[in-house]
């Protein structure tokens, strides 16, 4: 049975990215079959694991499968890490929004395309652009649950309350059985009094919805994507590989 | 001559409100009458500065402006700087970038609306949502300039050609005067490899279209918004209010 998790939060620069890539990493050393798909023009996921792609790359990425209707099987790039398979995205996502306005059941174009491979897969992860806009409409439409990172300052509070009322609205007219992975405190200072006080209103608010792992600020995590791999394969040792593990781990044990 | 200045970045999380926050106090306070326009349905800017509003807020906002048609006058809130207004945002801009999708000359709604009021103000500057998208484009096409807040980060660094790409097609179709007001590198921690390694990346690439005022990380800058104030209000001795002081210096005197 295949899970889709989407990473979104319409906030920018809370770690979306950083944890759908490592999340990937720490699933496929695990030896759980994974599917990255980034569906953000940016294409900062596909570039955080550029290094792991080789011979397996494939020239289609997600705008070919969500506008031109090509195959996905045509758009999945395999990696170094043999449990771990890519779609990757094209700055010319950034006009499909409006592309896709007009189309017919245009918020389900990414569970159709995703349908086939289903069985295939034992975690499917969705990097989401920070809006919510069709695209991210489109992960919501098909994924199992939302994981939602947020970083320890007083604008990403901020933005919950419409992210919310947002997965309520999917959960109404799309996408009834779409629920929260899991709210993801990242970014964490333990010097900082705000890293502290972000965290109590966060656990406060979302209880046992909250992860019990926390990512700590480790600029390692920052220079990792500079060389391509996720932070396992960058820098094992590090604070952040410590804790992504332990949120894979955390994850997994959920599931049982 | 009122000169109009977008904040923009795609890229999420870069500073692009807390620069437009912090520069429209700056140039306030140094008695230039400002109007700081949000138009990202997070409505960061609008949290930033909401202390600052009081008998003269506004129950209009910039959604009614674009979308109501209602007149720009009706949508300006005054502040406690007498030399700064305010038009703030709303959660329901979401839905702003499909319905202008139909609208006859949708990318010059904005241009439109401000027009009015153009000779009132020296200073009006526009906080961008974290897109390319048909908000963004509005900001672009009735813009002087735009300033480009970049963090010292590997993914900020390759947004940029993305960005360039945007504005360079909106200055042959859109507003062939759009120029670049500055790249500003943002969240500098001079602890950290990565930051130097990216400062100069920008500084190379950009050359004196760098600004020569860094942002430095400083924690103070992320407490301000809890409390609805600018930097300048909430902590004028700290690094932060020190450095977007001599930003608004280094571009008031780049003017004369
Ligand atoms: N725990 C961390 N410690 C230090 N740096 C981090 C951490 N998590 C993420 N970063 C860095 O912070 C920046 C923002 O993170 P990231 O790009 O993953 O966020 P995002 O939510 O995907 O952004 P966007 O909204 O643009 O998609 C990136 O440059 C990343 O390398
Ligand atoms: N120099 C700085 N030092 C410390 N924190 C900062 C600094 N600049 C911004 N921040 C904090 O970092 C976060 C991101 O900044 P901000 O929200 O201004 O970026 P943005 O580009 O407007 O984000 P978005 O893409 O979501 O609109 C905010 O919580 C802000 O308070
Ligand atoms: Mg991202
Ligand atoms: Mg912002």
Not at 92 to 120: S, W, Y
């Amino acid at each position: 049975m295949t899970k889709i998790i989407a990473f979104a939060n319409q906030k920018g620069g809370v770690g979306k990215t950083t944890s759908a890539v490592n999340m990937a990493a720490g699933f496929a050393v695990s030896e759980h079959k994974t599917l990255l798909v980034d569906i953000d023009p940016q294409c900062n996921a596909t570039t955080g694991i550029a290094a792991l792609i080789n011979n397996g790359a494939s020239d289609v990425n997600i705008y070919d499968l969500l506008i031109n209707n090509v195959s996905v099987e045509e758009g999945i790039s395999q990696t170094d890490l043999k449990y771990l398979d890519v779609i990757q995205s094209t700055r010319d996502l950034v006009g499909a929004e409006i592309e896709l306005v007009g189309m017919m059941a245009r918020e389900f174009r990414l569970r159709d395309i995703l349908h086939p491979v289903l069985g295939k897969y034992d975690y499917i992860l969705l990097d989401c652009p920070p809006s919510l806009g069709l695209l991210t409409l489109n992960a919501f439409s098909c994924a199992d649950s939302v994981l939602i990172p947020i970083q320890c300052e007083y604008y990403a509070l901020e933005g919950l309350s419409q992210l919310l009322q947002t997965i309520r609205l999917v959960q109404k007219h799309l996408n009834k059985n779409l629920e929260i992975e899991g709210v993801l405190i990242t970014m964490y200072d333990s010097r900082l009094n705000l890293s502290k006080q972000v965290e109590q209103e966060v656990r406060s608010y979302f209880n046992e919805k909250t992860f019990k792992t926390i990512i700590h600020r480790n600029v390692r995590l920052g220079e990792a994507p500079g060389f391509g791999k996720p932070i396992l394969l960058y820098d094992a040792n590090s604070t952040g590989a410590q804790d992504y593990l332990s949120l894979t781990r955390e994850i997994l044990e959920n599931e049982t």
